[in-house]
């Protein structure tokens, strides 16, 4: 699980937006080292650009899968517009997630 000031300010945004059951954040930023937007916030080598999220909550409960990547973008939109160049989303429902 990823540990910067950035993934530290996704999962608390996330938290507060959608009280997940289970949410998991890898920071895979260096699978892209050497690109121009490697380096993201603190501007370390590898550092918080790239994540994979997966989150559980109910909050999801009755939406689409679309619907679900929206409002996780637009309460994340400061980062996606900064930092994160890149953000892979999984989002369930307790019951999609086998109730965790």
């Known amino acids: ?23 998991e954040l890898e920071d895979d930023s260096w699978k892209h080292a050497g690109h121009h937007h490697e380096g993201g916030m603190d501007a370390r080598d590898g550092g918080e650009s790239h994540f994979q999220l997966t989150i559980v ?11 679900r990547q929206r409002a996780i973008n637009a309460v994340l939109k400061d ?22």
């Open 57 to 67: 909550s109910d909050a999801f409960e009755g939406q689409g899968r679309v619907a």
């Open 1 to 23: 699980m990823s540990d910067g000031p950035v993934a530290a300010l996704i999962r608390e945004k996330l938290t507060v937006a959608f009280a997940p059951l289970r949410i």
């Open 79 to 100: 980062e996606l517009a900064g930092p994160v160049h890149a953000l892979a989303v999984r989002a369930m429902t307790t019951t999609e997630a086998g109730g965790v």
